[in-house]
Structure formats: structure tokens, C-alpha cells
């Protein structure tokens, strides 16, 4: 079987995962991150039909509120995404220290694999069709021609 990855933009639903996976990484508490996860999936720049070169932004989190403040980035264009979530019930106050996670312009592969999500790939299995498959790489052991493309 012969394999070729594909640079294919980031759809919403990967932008999605990757902040609440940056955002589980940076230690914030399960319980916030799935309500931002809940407000993003509400957002129409997050459905799985839209696609984005790169996005970069920030997402910061304290005790009352969490900002998720993004530039999503297709084809020449930027579209904002700024959104304020006031924490209730039991998110409220938890955390000890604010939380300021930055978010920097990656390549969409590097940010898949950053972020545990399968790449795209070009399949081919003897004289049969080639066909498009999402292959997980470890996070630390991808190989430099999955990750390194320029946005």
C-alpha cells in the first residue's frame, strides 16, 4: 500500500478540537472545557463544511469567565471569532491563577498531529482506487514532510 499525505485546510470541527485539546493541555478544568466546546459547536465557523489555511488567537480563562478571541484565516481572508462565556454553577472560581493560552499559525497538519487528529492521506492498495484516510501519528513522532508545510 503507497501512502501520500495531503495538505488539506483544516475543516471547523478540527479548528474545534484542537482548542479544547490546546485547552486540556494547558490544564484548564474538564468541566470549562466542555462548555466552550458546546459554544463553538453553536458557531457557524466551526461546522465541519467550512476550511481554514491556519487560525491564531488566543483563549484565556479565569475565574468567572473564559475569551476565546480567534482570526480564522481561508483563501486571503480573515474571519474573527471573538466569543465571552461567563462560568456558572460549579466552573465558577476554581482556578487558582488565570490562564492565558496563545494560540500561533501552524501548517493544518502539524496541527493535527499537535493535537492527536488524523491526517489526511492518499491511499492506494495495489490496482484498486486510491481513496482518502485519516493516519494518526504520535504526537512527538511524525515525520518532518507530515508537518512542515508553509501558511
Same mark, same amino acid.
Given at each position: 500500500?503507497?501512502?501520500r499525505t495531503l495538505a488539506l485546510k483544516l475543516n471547523g470541527a478540527e479548528v474545534r478540537t484542537?482548542?479544547?485539546? #490546546?485547552? #486540556?493541555?494547558? *490544564? %484548564?478544568?474538564q468541566a470549562i472545557v466542555e462548555i466552550v466546546d458546546q459554544a463553538l459547536k453553536r458557531d457557524w465557523s466551526?461546522?465541519?463544511?467550512?476550511?481554514?489555511?491556519?487560525? @491564531?488567537?488566543?483563549? &484565556? %480563562? @479565569? *475565574? &468567572?469567565?473564559?475569551? %476565546?478571541?480567534? &482570526?480564522?484565516?481561508? &483563501? *486571503?481572508? @480573515?474571519f474573527p471569532l471573538k466569543m465571552t462565556l461567563v462560568l456558572k454553577g460549579e466552573a465558577v472560581g476554581v482556578l487558582q491563577e488565570p490562564i492565558e493560552i496563545p494560540l500561533g499559525k501552524a501548517p493544518p497538519n502539524a496541527v493535527r498531529v499537535e493535537t492527536g487528529q488524523a491526517v489526511p492521506s492518499l491511499a492506494k492498495q495495489g490496482d484498486g482506487p486510491a481513496e482518502v484516510k485519516g493516519i494518526k501519528y504520535k504526537r512527538d513522532a511524525a515525520p518532518r514532510s507530515v508537518t512542515e508545510q508553509h501558511v
Amino acid at each position: 500500500m503507497s501512502e501520500r499525505t495531503l495538505a488539506l485546510k483544516l475543516n471547523g470541527a478540527e479548528v474545534r478540537t484542537a482548542l479544547t485539546d #490546546k485547552m #486540556k493541555s494547558a *490544564g %484548564v478544568l474538564q468541566a470549562i472545557v466542555e462548555i466552550v466546546d458546546q459554544a463553538l459547536k453553536r458557531d457557524w465557523s466551526m461546522n465541519p463544511a467550512t476550511a481554514y489555511d491556519w487560525f @491564531d488567537g488566543t483563549i &484565556s %480563562v @479565569d *475565574g &468567572s469567565a473564559v475569551t %476565546v478571541d480567534l &482570526s480564522l484565516h481561508d &483563501s *486571503g481572508q @480573515d474571519f474573527p471569532l471573538k466569543m465571552t462565556l461567563v462560568l456558572k454553577g460549579e466552573a465558577v472560581g476554581v482556578l487558582q491563577e488565570p490562564i492565558e493560552i496563545p494560540l500561533g499559525k501552524a501548517p493544518p497538519n502539524a496541527v493535527r498531529v499537535e493535537t492527536g487528529q488524523a491526517v489526511p492521506s492518499l491511499a492506494k492498495q495495489g490496482d484498486g482506487p486510491a481513496e482518502v484516510k485519516g493516519i494518526k501519528y504520535k504526537r512527538d513522532a511524525a515525520p518532518r514532510s507530515v508537518t512542515e508545510q508553509h501558511v
